[in-house]
């Protein structure tokens, strides 16, 4: 069943919290506004402003999609998690405005349906997230017949898009660039999509600094292992040599102890001796790293660029100090959290300590 597009309400702009109460209390206020320079107005014309100014055609219509959230929202939300695809199509069949519904209007969502930790913690997921998060690939199929935003940004920015990539799910990917989903910046550099991140750039050459999804090209593009795709943001004038871009980039670099994109951003001006909040260095970053098993490759290009291994975190240790606690700790996959195996840290220890003698 197509849905009636005159149906489709976009719901992005509704706040997470939104109720009938909340509601009512801002065509209250808005009646007021109103009245202030027409004593005639009406508390329906306001209702109908408010509705409007959400994308619904009336306030009927608001209502139905505000009630309709509040009894089956958790069910859709449960539908989509299990891959129900029954129940997803009887409840869209009823409500098809729920379909770019916010998934958490109470709390951030920050575990997925199996109580494992979510890979982001953020407000306002919406369906089309939870069906990339899960990798229910036929709901996500579902979802966008259904008319749900392939382009539609969570509470942290993020497009589906992005947590196909977090998650490596290439497949989902496909499904959503097929049905005309579009790549912004980060998911440009990420993908390795260089014509098209080299077009965004054209039209905006701020946008090589966005930090919508609270990280940097620059960081997506490090997460990605995309070189061509930190130079090109490099050319158009990325910035890595000052806060708080320096962390956008060195943090993720750290993170996943890059050896494809580390010799380009040091190749641009940033600091082997960058700090954190708390003092620690990218050395010190990547052996804490839960995700790196062996940093020693990283270490060895910081060390070629002049990283100083002396250098001491808020807590006093020095990279070598980290390395030696650090000895035991098993390295994860990133998500879901599965362990790899024993860190390898002694050809790091070895390194470090001759560069301390």
Same mark, same amino acid.
């Given at each position: =069943?197509?849905?009636?597009?005159?149906?489709?309400?976009?719901?992005?702009?509704?706040?997470?919290?939104?109720?009938?109460?909340?509601?009512?209390?801002?065509?209250?206020?808005?009646?007021?506004?109103?009245?202030?320079?027409?004593?005639?107005?009406?508390?329906?014309?306001?209702?109908?402003?408010?509705?409007?100014?959400? +994308?619904?055609?009336?306030?009927?219509?608001?209502?139905?999609?505000?009630?309709?959230?509040?009894?089956? +929202?958790?069910?859709?939300?449960?539908?989509?998690?299990?891959?129900?695809?029954?129940?997803?199509?009887? @409840? %869209?069949?009823?409500?098809?405005?729920?379909?770019?519904?916010? /998934?958490?209007?109470?709390?951030?969502?920050?575990?997925?349906?199996?109580?494992?930790?979510?890979? #982001?913690?953020?407000?306002?997921?919406?369906?089309? *997230?939870?069906?990339? =998060?899960?990798?229910?690939?036929?709901?996500?199929?579902?979802?966008?017949?259904?008319?749900?935003?392939?382009?539609?940004?969570?509470?942290?920015?993020?497009?589906?898009?992005?947590?196909?990539?977090? %998650?490596?799910?290439?497949?989902?990917?496909?499904?959503?660039?097929?049905?005309?989903?579009?790549?912004?910046?980060?998911?440009?550099? #990420?993908?390795?999509?260089?014509?098209?991140?080299?077009?965004?750039?054209?039209?905006?050459?701020?946008?090589?600094?966005?930090?919508?999804?609270?990280?940097?090209?620059?960081?997506? #593009?490090?997460?990605?292992?995309?070189?061509?795709?930190?130079? @090109?943001?490099?050319?158009?004038?990325?910035?890595?040599?000052?806060?708080?871009?320096?962390?956008?980039?060195?943090?993720?670099?750290? =993170?996943?102890?890059?050896?494809?994109?580390?010799?380009?951003?040091?190749? *641009?001006?940033?600091?082997?001796?960058?700090?954190?909040?708390?003092?620690?260095?990218? =050395?010190?970053?990547?052996?804490?790293?839960?995700?790196?098993?062996?940093? /020693?490759?990283?270490?060895?290009?910081?060390?070629?660029?002049?990283?100083?291994?002396?250098?001491?975190?808020?807590?006093?240790?020095?990279?070598?100090?980290? #390395?030696? %606690?650090?000895?035991?700790?098993?390295?994860?996959?990133?998500?879901?959290?599965?362990? @790899?195996?024993?860190?390898?840290?002694?050809? /790091?220890?070895?390194?470090?300590?001759?560069?301390?003698?």
């Amino acid at each position: =069943m197509s849905p009636d597009p005159s149906r489709l309400a976009r719901t992005a702009s509704l706040p997470p919290h939104a109720n009938l109460e909340h509601l009512k209390n801002e065509a209250k206020q808005r009646l007021k506004t109103m009245r202030s320079q027409n004593p005639g107005a009406r508390l329906s014309e306001a209702q109908l402003n408010v509705a409007r100014g959400y +994308g619904f055609a009336s306030w009927r219509r608001l209502k139905s999609y505000v009630d309709a959230l509040k009894d089956v +929202g958790q069910k859709l939300v449960n539908a989509v998690h299990a891959g129900d695809l029954g129940t997803i199509r009887e @409840i %869209l069949d009823r409500h098809p405005e729920l379909v770019n519904a916010s /998934t958490d209007p109470e709390s951030p969502l920050t575990k997925t349906w199996d109580g494992k930790p979510a890979p #982001a913690d953020v407000f306002t997921r919406r369906l089309i *997230h939870l069906a990339v =998060m899960d990798g229910k690939g036929d709901a996500l199929r579902l979802l966008i017949e259904r008319g749900a935003d392939m382009n539609v940004r969570d509470g942290g920015g993020r497009l589906p898009l992005h947590d196909c990539f977090e %998650l490596s799910h290439d497949d989902l990917a496909k499904i959503l660039f097929e049905a005309g989903a579009v790549a912004d910046i980060c998911a440009a550099a #990420a993908f390795g999509m260089h014509e098209r991140l080299r077009e965004i750039l054209t039209q905006d050459p701020s946008q090589a600094n966005d930090l919508t999804t609270r990280n940097s090209p620059l960081g997506w #593009a490090v997460y990605g292992a995309q070189p061509v795709s930190a130079t @090109i943001l490099f050319e158009h004038g990325a910035v890595v040599d000052r806060s708080p871009f320096d962390s956008y980039a060195w943090g993720p670099a750290a =993170m996943v102890a890059s050896t494809a994109v580390t010799p380009v951003l040091l190749g *641009h001006g940033a600091n082997p001796n960058w700090q954190n909040e708390v003092g620690d260095t990218a =050395m010190h970053c990547a052996i804490k790293s839960r995700i790196v098993l062996d940093p /020693t490759k990283f270490i060895q290009l910081l060390l070629k660029s002049g990283a100083d291994v002396s250098i001491r975190n808020h807590e006093g240790r020095t990279a070598l100090d980290e #390395a030696l %606690l650090q000895l035991d700790k098993t390295a994860e996959n990133y998500f879901p959290v599965r362990p @790899i195996a024993q860190k390898k840290l002694d050809q /790091t220890i070895e390194i470090l300590r001759s560069r301390l003698a």
